[in-house]
């Protein structure tokens, strides 16, 4: 499967992106997708996952409450809305695909990155 995200961008501490993620070449619904972010030095890591329906979400404790994960099967995207943004956030974020589970360390596949850039 192949991943295009887009959506990143600049923006003021306390503002919103939504990242969005196409899939295409494989049967969407079939794989769980998820969304990682690399920050300049540091190792990539996972920020949130929605299950093949997307009746399951799941979030890592430093973006619980600001970030919503989403996907609509029959547009092949899944999304990341990010509220409130803080300079920590900033990052290239990559979406992620897996038809084994929904949250995993290594994914199947990844798309490009796409920056996300808070000023203070």
């Known amino acids: 499967v192949q991943l295009q995200a887009s959506g990143g961008g600049l923006v003021q501490a306390g503002g919103s992106l939504r990242l969005s993620c196409v899939a295409s070449?494989?049967?969407?619904?079939?794989?769980?997708m998820g969304w990682f972010r690399q920050a300049p030095g540091k190792e990539r890591e996972f920020v949130a996952a929605?299950?093949?329906?997307?009746?399951?979400?799941y979030y890592t404790d430093s973006v619980k409450g600001r970030f919503a994960i989403s996907r609509d099967n029959a547009k092949n995207t899944v999304y990341l809305q990010m509220n409130n943004l803080k300079p920590e956030d900033t990052a290239v974020y990559y979406c992620?695909?897996?038809?084994?589970?929904?949250?995993?360390?290594?994914?199947?596949?990844w798309g490009q990155g796409t920056q996300v850039t808070v000023s203070s």
């Open positions: 992620s695909a897996d038809p084994r589970v929904v949250v995993s360390e290594s994914p199947q596949y």
């Open positions: 070449g494989r049967t969407f619904s079939n794989y769980a």
């Open positions: 929605v299950s093949w329906t997307g009746d399951s979400t």
